[in-house]
């Protein structure tokens, strides 16, 4: 029962904004956007994560549309390092780790 | 800082045995969360232990259990194993914010 639809994959060139989408229609108001990563056999990494308001930090952007049904992660100049699976979740707040759960997320390839 | 650690990284048991596995939290963290991931059913909460108490648990069966220590390394056990426990099993920790930091993973293989 996914909350969250992302593209299977999509690939990117070295040096340009990869932009990934994420449509959450569902989404209640209590409910955060996170973006995590997932490099080969390695843990997810915590990316970013917001509420309503557009958000940055050192390793990218994260777009919420007004009506906060759709969401994009921008990371500005993705480099080949950035080849990995993105996952797009909602958790509600107070946090309940059970909404940690990640569906297939988007296999972002950067390549030279 | 040292990240989380988890140990052992791989492992191999057969069905109708038991393992352990463990996590060391990042230096401060107080909150340690178990994850199962596998292809088909992707990232799955185990449970949550806070100060040595259990404080969240997900949908496993009471095959799977968990503690942690005053020092706030956490351990999880699986006995009776079977072919479908095999998976990546991942520990986060938490300083108590929503930020989650995750280890490396120990991938079980149950054969």
């Known amino acids: 029962d996914a909350k969250t639809t992302q593209p299977t994959s999509m690939d990117c060139a070295e040096g340009r904004a990869a932009n990934l989408p994420c449509n959450h229609s569902?989404?209640?108001?209590?409910?955060?956007v996170y973006w995590y990563r997932q490099i080969h056999s390695q843990g997810p990494q915590y990316i970013i994560h917001g509420l309503k308001n557009n958000e940055t930090n050192e390793m990218a952007s994260l777009i919420i549309t007004e009506d906060r049904k759709s969401s994009t992660l921008i990371l500005p100049h993705a480099t080949l390092r950035d080849t990995a699976v993105y996952y797009c979740?909602?958790?509600?707040?107070?946090?309940?780790?059970?909404?940690?759960?990640f569906g297939a997320g988007t296999r972002l390839t950067v390549k030279p | 800082k040292a990240g989380v650690t988890q140990t052992p990284r791989y492992l191999i048991k057969t069905r109708g045995q038991q393992v352990t596995l463990s996590c060391s939290p990042i230096s401060g963290h107080r909150s340690v969360s178990w994850y199962q991931q596998t292809p088909g059913q992707g990232l799955q909460f185990l449970f949550e232990?806070?100060?040595?108490?259990?404080?969240n648990k997900g949908n496993f069966p009471g095959r799977f259990s968990g503690r942690q220590f005053s020092n706030s390394r956490s351990e999880m056990n699986v006995s009776t194993l079977e072919l479908g426990d095999s998976a990546l099993y991942l520990c986060?920790?938490?300083?108590?914010?929503?930020?989650?930091?995750f280890g490396p993973g120990t991938r079980l293989t149950v054969t």
């Open positions: 986060a920790s938490s300083p108590g914010t929503d930020e989650q930091y």
């Open positions: 569902t989404i209640s108001g209590n409910e955060y």
């Open positions: 232990y806070f100060s040595e108490t259990q404080r």
């Open positions: 979740i909602v958790r509600a707040t107070p946090y309940n780790n059970n909404d940690m759960r």
